[in-house]
């Protein structure tokens, strides 16, 4: 939980400059979360990283256009943390009978992130203005909030529909196989151990990824997974290698590029090789990884869970 | 600039012809003015002056790099995903909130509109719609703009959909009669689809047809738990329609439903999201739908292309319209009454049951996403995406650009009335291929497989025999139609980024593609 609040401090301080370094695009993975009150408190503090505010522009130059999903309005309402977070309590206090926990609504009062009013609201214009006119009970919530309990809601309300959006939630706990199964599994039907050893290769793997980036890692060894450690951090990928035989010549080497018409390679002493690629010329791809791919469409659900709880339990 | 002028005063009589006035169901041989070419889609070009027998010697005539000022990712650098109109000479295409108009014999630029945003999602445009003097396009903040052909200047806009509700815009308006068809985006938050004519004259509002029951006693609300959920459904509609003017329907593929991922809160069909409908052009009146994707929870939107075929199935002349759908299946149906003829795979799947006895696919409950992760194929991007496919009507063969693809699929938010996004995939591995499927029996004739993923293209057949597309290594290659085999290419330095064209111009045929912010054109000269 701590490591989320720093992650997302740390974007919201990087957001804020007026830079023209690249933002990076907020991912869903960005953060990890475990429990649902974390994930609550987490879709609260990275808001604003996810709302996609598009920077005041220089004077006399063009705004940039938003980029990314879910960028909505340029003059969208942003949320305040702090604001939102006292407008939980004048939720809490006058709205969640009626409305729910989650402002989804119930049979007594409307769905507030899918309400009208809330989506053309800034800053409680709209809301208030609600409130004040037209709210079919005009007793609860009270017509007496003031004017900044209706600002701080406001910010609630828009939190609440932007923790809607992609990106803005996270894995849950995947840890569902069995331990033992996924031995088995590891050490027989799966094949893993042609190439890996618990003792080996893979010590300690639990203890490198956390268990939704190592299920990721397990089925696709060269993407990455969720949160800060999603790439591990380890050793860098292992390279796609490429025979090329020109007839009678050939050379073995790491593969730069491969296509219908053309394959390139480096050798080991570092030189660059291209060919085109003709009937006289063979070429053969070694990826490392292949064994990989060819299991995906064998694997089961089961086995996956299973052969990730096993790893996981590798400390 | 004489000559420019020449053409624009030629303009109002050739472009009368797209009022309606002519069966675009063929292809002209001088022009592609509209986005699929003609209306059945099939972008197919009758032209064979470039044949099989010598592409090879097809040349660069120009390149004309289009320019926004933008850099950078997340949507925000220049790609070209828009399949250009090509009319009296002139080349018409767009990226988001820009528009150009190029001479289409020597690339260079006759005018450039920039439209300033609002905001939107600017993922792409898909290109624009002509009718008379006039240009129309929609922008990522949800205009419907038109622009005097001539010299690209605003004539009016008109709004479509509603940015506060995060729509956005992408969709090449399809011109029919007195119609500006238009179509939205938008799967951030839980709205519904619908599908808008406008007046070409003045922007107003013709009708508005809803994808998803907004009332009771909308057809297709049984297949939702309640009218609320139907209400916020999605089944955005963001790729041009088809259209067969002898039976008067326009055809179009719907998007996802909502909440996209987690659909716990919407059992049921959820009709028509993922499904091909058909509409009446003149009131809007849907003649039939058909669910591609019953009840889908993997963002595979069923907006790609359909196809009108003109075909024979078991001896019989049939009036067909065909889909290569996001979810890896393939579709043929009676354009007339919306039966199915054939469901195939067109890539490898693993999260169907089989197929229903009205040939829509079953979904299998253990497939959809998990709080632990299903390992589901396609992935989120699909066996295809919105790039066009192709038809050819001399090999029966129906082109696209496919993927082989595994991710795994995530439930985020597990309670019983998840909004938005309550969930999401996470790749994954993919290998791009190109799949030449024969219509009449949905069997994958010829697949082309190339070393990498990432081939989001489009495709051109020709009556030349050839099917041009690109590889995922930034080839633009001619493929032999019958047999897939590779006659010519060049290398783009980027990937090819929209669905080709060919014109004849002067007597040299010629063909268009984009890769990036960069269009090209290739041309066999003639002496």
Redo the contacts between chains.
Sequence with gaps: MRKTTALCAASLLSNSRKTDT??R?AV??FFRVRSRAG?AFALLTCAVLSAQA?RPAAPGA?P?????????????HRVDNAGAERGKKVYAAECITCHGT?A?GSERGA?L??S?VV??DRYGDKIGEFIQNDHPTQVTPAKNLTKEQIGDLAHWLHSR?IG??????????????NVEAGKAFFNGAGGCTKCHSVTGDLARIGRKYNA?TL??RT??P??G??GRRRFGGGAPPKPVMVTVDTGGKSITGTMV?????NVALRDGAGEYHSFKRTAQVKVE?QDPYQF??DM??K?T?TQ??DVVAYLESIR | MNRLMRHFLLAPAVAGLLSGQVDLSKAPTDSWPTYNGDYSGRRYSPLTKINSGNVHQMSLGWVYKASTGATGGGFRGTRVSATPVQLNGVLYFAVPDHVWAVDARTGREIWHFEWETKGGIHIGNRGIGIYGNWLYFETPDCNLVSLNLKDGKERWHQQICDLDQFYFATMAPLVVGNHIITGVSGDDLDRPGYIESHDPETGEMQWRTYTVPMKEGDAGLSSWPSLEAAQHGGGMTWITPTYDPELNLIYFGTGNPQPVIAGKGRKGDNLYTESIVAVNPDNGKVAWGYSVSPHDTHDWDGVETPVLIDGEINGQKRKLVAQASRNGFFFVLDRATGQNVVTSEFVKTNWSKGVDADGHPTSNPDKEPKVDGALVTPNQGGGTNWYPPAFNPDTGLFYVNASQAYSIYYIYDDSEKPEGWGGNDRGGWQQAMLQAVDYKTGKVRWSRKFEAGGTRGGLLTTAGKLVFGGDPAGNFVAFDAATGDPLWHANLGNNVTNGPISYELDGSQWVIVAAGDTMYGFVMNSR
């Design positions: 690249l933002r695009p869903a993975g994930a598009p063009k940039s256009p938003p980029r990314g999903f879910s960028t909505g309005p340029n003059d969208q989650n989804t769905d992130i899918r009208l989506l053309k529909v809607s959006l992609r990106s803005n939630q996270d894995v849950g706990d995947i840890l569902t196989g939704a299920q990721q089925m696709f060269n993407s997974g969720f590029h491969l296509d219908d018409f791809k990989h791919i995906l469409p694997y659900d996956m869970h």
